[in-house]
């Protein structure tokens, strides 16, 4: 049974950090492109970074600021964020996909809620 679970999620001031993880049970994270999605409420869900062999993909509004990393020890991937803002505010989610970023992801997390405010 394959399991990705989310962690490390919680409050935080603007302009402040967190590291979020997706541990893995069931399938071996290097074999998969990686993608970090959000929603916020009231809004579509949307692909914030994705990371596969043929490199990292962030959207506009990340760059800079979110970054990837995979422990294959662990079998978990971390999404880094720096300078946070309040329109970060969403639940994150990971997800794997086996062909590429631009496959179906077929695997999801449930979820760890962001939120950042003063």
Request: with cysteine.
């Given at each position: ?36 999605f ?6 579509e869900r949307e ?8 490199g ?40 794997t ?22």
């Amino acid at each position: 049974q394959v399991q990705l679970v989310e962690s490390g999620g919680g409050l935080v001031q603007p302009g402040g950090s967190m590291r979020l993880s997706c541990a893995a049970s069931g399938i071996t994270l290097d074999y998969y492109a990686i993608g970090w999605f959000r929603q916020a409420p009231g809004k579509e869900r949307e692909e914030v970074l994705c990371d596969s062999s043929s490199g990292t993909y962030p959207i506009d509004s990340v760059k800079g600021r979110f970054t990837i990393s995979r422990d294959s020890a662990k079998n978990t991937v971390y999404l880094q964020m720096n300078n946070l803002k309040p329109e970060d505010t969403a639940v994150y989610f990971c997800a794997t996909a086996y062909s590429s970023c631009w496959g179906e992801f077929n695997y999801w997390g449930q979820g760890t809620q962001v939120t950042v405010s003063s």
